[in-house]
């Protein structure tokens, strides 16, 4: 019989959050799967293989990005992200609206100097259970999308690890790890009506205890050769990137770990990207 427990594993010393995270390559996974976790995990650590995918994120991986969206995209709000520690690690808090947010996000930056190794959580399904999706993570991202996130109920229990393993990553430095509050993609038509945000950003940034950066995006769409043909005719819709100073929590981070403090934190994550995008339909109106 199991005996249920009131005690949130966050506040488990970090050594045992470790070994949850270690999780990730367990028997629980499928081969392929599990073989994708560990050669990510292995270009994480100090080493040629680190060097190769930071150097690939840097040239390849930013500058298509750059080639795609430059002639229709708008940035605003960089300098107050102030200078980045290349020895320090970053969250940078996003909405949701297309499967390219991030990718057009962190190419700005990359592109513009930022030495960081990337990353981004995303969902296992495709992008860790088929040969296509490890090529198209390795090719196109440098293994930027890591950990995986799992929607299928009989791996879900996973999805702690892969929190902890996010939160461990950032505490070692030289991340810039890319989270979307939201939780999920927003398919609404108002680009300005946000999803509910998700605790589970918040045990990251609780445990990891780094600066969190606000950005909103605007205008990326999910069809990918029309949204390139649209940069290159000059007719695609605006791309609009705010970005904003770092989130102030105040006390928030020193409370001890709860889910409602989980909560708190992603709410207050989640409430920057929302007057970014009330600055963002300001710009957007002018625009016109």
């Given at each position: 019989m199991t005996v249920a427990t009131t005690r949130d594993p966050s506040s488990a010393p970090s050594t045992a959050r470790e070994s949850r995270a270690d999780a990730l390559v367990g028997k629980d996974l499928p081969t392929i799967t599990r073989a994708h976790v560990r050669l990510v995990r292995k270009s994480l650590e100090p080493g040629l293989l680190d060097q190769a995918l930071r150097l690939g994120q840097r040239t390849f991986g930013c500058n298509w990005i750059e080639i795609c969206t430059r002639n229709i995209r708008q940035v605003h709000g960089r300098e107050r992200l102030g200078a980045l520690d290349a020895n320090k690690s970053y969250v940078i808090v996003s909405n949701h609206r297309s499967f390219f947010d991030m990718y057009v996000i962190t190419a700005y930056l990359v592109k513009r100097g930022l030495p960081h190794r990337i990353l981004f959580p995303v969902r296992a399904n495709f992008f860790y259970d088929r040969p296509l999706g490890i090529f198209v993570n390795g090719v196109m991202s440098f293994f930027a999308m890591y950990p995986p996130v799992f929607r299928e109920r009989k791996l879900a229990h996973l999805n702690l690890a892969s929190l902890d393993e996010t939160s461990r990553l950032l505490r070692q430095g030289g991340m810039f790890v890319g989270l979307h509050p939201e939780g999920k993609r927003n398919t609404s038509d108002d680009p300005y009506a946000l999803l509910p945000a998700q605790s589970g950003v918040g045990r990251i940034i609780h445990q990891a205890h780094v600066e969190v950066l606000p950005v909103f995006i605007n205008g990326l769409g999910n069809d990918l050769p029309?949204?390139?043909?649209?940069?290159?005719?000059?007719?695609?819709?605006?791309?609009?990137?705010?970005?904003?100073?770092?989130?102030?929590?105040?006390?928030?981070?020193?409370?001890?770990?709860?889910?409602?403090?989980?909560?708190?934190?992603?709410?207050?994550?989640?409430?920057?990207?929302?007057?970014?995008?009330?600055?963002?339909?300001?710009?957007?109106?002018?625009?016109?």
């Open positions: 029309r949204q390139v043909a649209g940069n290159f005719n000059r007719k695609g819709n605006t791309i609009n990137v705010v970005f904003g100073a770092p989130v102030d929590f105040g006390k928030l981070l020193d409370n001890a770990p709860s889910p409602r403090v989980f909560k708190q934190i992603a709410d207050r994550t989640l409430e920057a990207v929302r007057v970014l995008g009330e600055e963002e339909r300001a710009l957007r109106a002018a625009q016109r």
